[in-house]
Structures are given as C-alpha cells and as structure tokens.
C-alpha cells in the first residue's frame, strides 16, 4: 500500500505541475496548486506538498509558501516531498535543482520538518516488489536490481531493502569524484557502470 493511502484524506497544496498530483487523488486526496490558496481558503489546506521543480513561479510561489507556513495556525500541517534527489540531469545534459533542494530550503526557513516519501526509504521499493510478485503465476525467487545514479537515495534506498543496486555514472553521481563520495557517504552499490548502456 502506498503511503499516502494510509493517510486520513487531506486537502494538499502543491507546488509542481498538476500531472504530478496523480498519487495524491489516487489515494483519496483533493489537491489545489499553491497559486491557488488564497486568505480566504488558507485556513482549509491540511498540507503542503514539494512534488517538482517545475509548473509554477519560483520567485512568486515560494516566498508565497513561506509566508503561508509563518502565519498558519495549523501546527501539525502535513509537509510531502516525495523525493529528496537535490539536483537531476535534464535532457539537455545540464544539471537543475530538483524537487528536493526546494523542500530543503522551505525546511530551513520555515522551521517545518518534510515527510519524505520516496527513496531512499524501504517502502516505495517494498511495494515494487509486492507488485512484482502479484505479477507471478508461481511464486518464486526474483532477481532484482535497482538502477540508479544517486548514491543517497537510489543506491542506499536499495540497500535498505536488501537489493542489489548499479550506480550509473551518467547522472547525479560525478564520474570524477564517484570513489570519494563512495569512501565520504559510506553507501556501496553493487555494481557500478559508466551508463546502463556499458552494463
């Protein structure tokens, strides 16, 4: 069961595009943009959720969601980022910050703890494997590997759930300093592969 799903229904603003709401309605949860939260309806939001780093204004919608933090009465506000990666490779091969650099900063100028609910926490990949199972006409053993190209979420969220994991060198992870940062952090993938190409 996904964790949003073992939440009461809530009503969510979010910070992202709207595609990017699909698990909070499927699982039982109304979700306004945060453009949308007004004086007027302020006091109705349960939550906030980070869900991406794109759909809305930087500049506009986050001091608009610190202000909103600093004056609410809602002190067991739900706070949801479903993915603490700090940067990301676009398809251009430039690297942006990601959805979880966002939270971390409303994080450090809010005072206001997120709920992390993706990698590299054991549930999402939990559930990944109980979807892979309920795929089976026999139950037997599976041979998974997690691929991935960022230590602190990908590779350790594996190693959490007992999978072997390859670390890509094509994204996150810088290929010149992939060693160190393995030595620095302490999380060791499986295997490790220029890109999954060269696997």
Same mark, same amino acid.
């Given at each position: ?11 969510i ?6 595609a ?12 306004i ?5 007004t ?20 500049e ?22 479903p ?10 091969? $430039?690297?942006?910050?990601? +959805? /979880?650099?966002? *939270? ?8 206001? #703890?997120?709920? @992390? ?29 997690m691929?991935?190209d960022?230590l602190?979420t990908?590779? $350790?969220?594996?190693?959490? +759930? /007992?999978?072997? *994991?390859?670390l ?6 810088? #290929?010149?300093? @992939? ?17 999954v190409?060269?696997?």
């Amino acid at each position: 069961m996904h964790a949003l799903a073992k939440l009461p229904p809530k009503k969510i603003a979010y910070l992202g595009p709207q595609a990017a709401t699909y698990y909070l309605s499927q699982n039982g949860h109304s979700a306004i943009p945060f453009s949308g939260v007004t004086a007027e309806n302020a006091h109705q939001i349960d939550g906030l959720a980070v869900l991406d780093d794109e759909g809305f204004i930087w500049e506009r919608d986050l001091n608009k969601v610190i202000n909103f933090l600093r004056f609410s009465a809602k002190p067991d506000l739900l706070m949801l980022a479903p993915n603490p990666d700090l940067i990301y490779c676009s398809g251009s091969g $430039e690297f942006k910050l990601a +959805a /979880g650099s966002l *939270s971390g900063l409303i994080e450090r100028a809010s005072g206001r #703890p997120f709920r @992390y609910i993706g990698k590299p926490g054991v549930e999402i990949f939990h559930t990944a494997l109980e979807m892979l199972h309920a795929g089976q006409a026999e139950r037997k053993q599976l041979k998974v590997l997690m691929i991935g190209d960022t230590l602190d979420t990908d590779i $350790e969220g594996a190693n959490n +759930a /007992g999978i072997d *994991s390859l670390l890509v060198l094509s994204g996150n992870t810088n #290929p010149l300093t @992939y060693k160190a940062d393995i030595q620095r952090t302490g999380i060791y993938p499986s295997h490790i592969a220029p890109s999954v190409q060269f696997y």
